[in-house]
Every structure is written in C-alpha cells, then in structure tokens.
C-alpha cells in the first residue's frame, strides 16, 4: 500500500509552482503526478504538454502517471450533459463538467493504486473558478475515500511563479486551456 499524494495535473507550467511549494515546504518524496487531459483537442497538442510535464517532473525527480488520451470519450461525456457545447463561456458549465469528468477519473484511478491522498493544479489555477474546482474535489474526495490536500497558494503568485520557472526550464506555456472550443477563443 502506498502512503501518498497524487496530484493532478493540467499542464506543466500550472504543475511548476505547486512542485516548488512541496519541495520548499512539504514533502516532494510522497508526490507522484497524473497526467488525464483527454479535454485537450489534438493528440499533437496533448503529446507537446505531456512531452513538459515529464521534463518537469524530472527536474524535481518525482513519478509521472498518465492515462490513456481519449478526446472522443470526453465529449461524449460532455455531450450527455450539454448541448451546443460551443455556446459556453470559460468557467461556464461546460467546464464545470469538463472539470469533474477530469477528476472523478482522476480520484478513482488514485484510489484504486493506492494512493491516500489528492490535490490538483486545477486548484491554484488563477483562470479558472477554484472555488467550485475545490468543492467539486472535496465532495469527490469524500465520496472515494480519499484526503483532499489543500495547496495554501496565492493564485496571483503561483501564476508569476509558474511563469519564471518556464523561463528557467525552457518549459512550453500554452496560449489555450486545452478543447477546440477554447482554441477558438484565444
Ligand atoms: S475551456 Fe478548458 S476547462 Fe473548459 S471545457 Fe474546454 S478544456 Fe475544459
């Protein structure tokens, strides 16, 4: 049985100020990352922001996780919650079930290997609605048994942080969250 943390991650440069904050003041030795972006609308797109993620977690040399990139699957899921998926705003409903699809599957797959705790970088991302993306981990935590670790990070500052450790690993910063609706939007 393993006794850590699996965080899930969005995209290297959100995962660099939350690696630096474990390494600064928590324990980095408990934490394995998981990479789950199947939102994201191009294998080519997802293979460039898995490709920095492992870059990224070499450089603070903890374990990289990752489930099969599945785009089709994601929305099918959204388009059995939502119609007109191209209608919505950021931060709107479709990213709401956008956000719960990625973590459900994210607090399954870390319950079912064993892991005891979780977190995501979703969670001091200064774009996106953290208060529901902590009461949506929370509640799913809760459901699958899991503790939810809160990351006591200034949005503002993880993001000016995230920025300058890109610049110092040479780390690729996207100009889109991840679907071809928000591509469209950028
Ligand atoms: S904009 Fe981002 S969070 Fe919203 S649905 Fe698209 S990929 Fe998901």
Redesign the pocket.
């Known amino acids: 049985m393993r006794n850590n943390t699996l965080i899930y991650t969005c995209c290297a440069p959100c995962a660099l100020p939350i690696l630096d904050y474990f390494k600064n003041n928590g324990n980095i030795s408990d934490i394995s990352l998981f990479f789950f972006n199947s939102?994201i609308l191009s294998e080519e797109e997802y293979d460039k922001r898995l490709e920095n993620v492992w870059k990224v977690a070499e450089i603070y040399m903890v374990d990289l996780l990752e489930e099969e990139y599945n785009h089709l699957d994601w929305l099918r899921f959204l388009n059995g919650k939502l119609k007109d998926l191209e209608t919505y705003k950021?931060n709107g409903l479709?990213?709401q079930f956008?956000?719960e699809y990625r973590l459900e599957k994210s607090i399954k797959f870390a319950k079912d290997n064993g892991f005891d705790s979780f977190c995501s970088t979703l969670q001091t991302n200064l774009y996106?609605d953290t208060e529901f993306i902590i009461k949506k981990t929370k509640e799913l935590c809760k459901k699958y048994g899991l503790e939810f670790v809160d990351i006591p990070l200034d949005k503002k500052e993880a993001y000016q942080k995230g920025v300058l450790l890109c610049k110092e690993f040479d780390i690729y910063r996207q100009k889109f969250?991840?679907?071809e609706?928000?591509f469209k939007n950028k």
């Open positions: 939102n950021e479709r990213c956008c956000f996106k969250c991840g679907c609706f928000s």
